[in-house]
């Protein structure tokens, strides 16, 4: 809090700006409680201005002048847009974290700290301990990074001008506006993401270091022949993926954790995964309260469905953001073509399979 903190001057420099921040941030959220910034929580954006430049020590004679001097001024930053872009930016993660694409359920994150291609690690042998005979040796297996290629981060933005008259008339509804439509469209583009590795060569997946698509017959995580959703298909499914097998033979006995299903499938795979009164063992339901159920209506067939392992037990879809940053970040400067600030979304990221035998795929009937 602000009382909290010592050797902080609260009424200038970063101390300021941490309190417009709270307080902005909590016109634009109605869901965030101000804490330091609560003076300001019913502030106008001209209001800030002008907080700024007393905060400075300037001397201003009406909030328009203010509006001119602490959003001008410095091409690069100022203190209007940093205060503007980290209560934005706080926003817009809270409210994407809420409403994430169900499919990021079903991929790992992987950490990568930059743009640079990356391949997992593989194994020489399963690593499975061998006898070791009296006097006899012991094998070693090598590690290489020779494996699938990593999710690598490529960058998407998105920007939108805030005029000065905007400023001084405080529509905030503007800001509260472009904040929403940043959150829908980075749910939108990390849902385009996942679907990639997952939608490409028509459903059968990314091709892997292999040449081969991820669901393909040779690896046994595909159905022979399709087949509706139902207790019998998922049941084939389920035996698939117990006996999954690695690059080397051995087997990874995979429990099933999920069903990933298209919109039109919801309620089947809901059905089926419920809990059932039966009245003898016999009508008992063998997945109820078994697996969970992701529903991405962003799946192209609406036939086709996948039983999964959990992402965090064994490698499967993965993807991965720069340096760490889940959601999107809010940039600002001073607007130059035009009076006003200039506010960019930035993000990084990508998905890639890294892993096939923990996805199961019925193309369905």
């Known amino acids: 809090t602000r009382e909290g903190a010592v050797g902080v001057d609260w009424d200038r420099g970063p101390g300021l700006r941490a309190r417009l921040v709270d307080g902005l941030q909590a016109r634009l959220d109605r869901a965030h409680e101000p804490t330091m910034g609560r003076e300001f929580a019913e502030a106008s954006l001209s209001d800030v201005c002008m907080s700024i430049a007393q905060g400075r020590g300037e001397r201003v004679s009406g909030r328009r002048e203010a509006v001119r001097m602490v959003t001008g001024g410095s091409h690069t930053s100022s203190d209007f847009a940093l205060v503007t872009a980290d209560a934005m930016s706080n926003v817009v993660a809270r409210q994407f974290a809420q409403r994430s694409p169900d499919l990021a359920r079903a991929s790992r994150e992987i950490p990568r700290d930059s743009y640079h291609d990356g391949h997992s690690l593989t194994l020489s042998a399963s690593g499975m301990p061998q006898e070791v ?188 953001f720069l340096d760490g940053q889940s959601a999107p970040r809010v940039e600002s400067r001073p607007a130059w073509e035009t009076l006003g600030v200039q506010f960019r979304l930035t993000w990084a990221v990508d998905a890639k399979f890294i892993e096939p035998a923990s996805w199961f795929r019925n193309p369905g009937a």
Request: overall charge negative; proline content about 5%.
């Open 133 to 320: 005979l009296e006097g006899g040796e012991i094998q070693f297996t090598s590690m290489a990074e020779g494996g699938e290629a990593l999710p690598a981060p490529r960058d998407f933005a998105a920007g939108f001008n805030l005029t000065n008259k905007a400023i001084v008339n405080d529509r905030v509804d503007l800001l509260q506006q472009a904040g929403e439509r940043m959150v829908r469209g980075a749910v939108e583009r990390l849902r385009r993401v996942l679907l990639e590795p997952l939608e490409a060569n028509g459903g059968a997946g990314q091709l892997m270091r292999d040449g081969v698509s991820v669901f393909d017959a040779s690896r046994g995580n595909v159905a022979g022949t399709g087949g509706a959703l139902s207790l019998e298909t998922l049941a084939a499914a389920r035996v698939a993926l117990r006996k999954s097998t690695g690059l080397n033979g051995e087997l990874y006995a995979i429990e099933p954790w999920a069903l990933v299903v298209p919109a039109e499938l919801e309620t089947t795979a809901q059905q089926l995964v419920a809990d059932l009164a039966a009245t003898k063992v016999t009508d008992a339901n063998p997945f109820s309260g078994a697996l969970e159920v992701i529903v991405e209506p962003g799946l192209s067939d609406p036939a086709a469905w996948y039983l999964i392992g959990s992402p965090a037990v064994h490698d499967g879809l993965a993807h991965a």
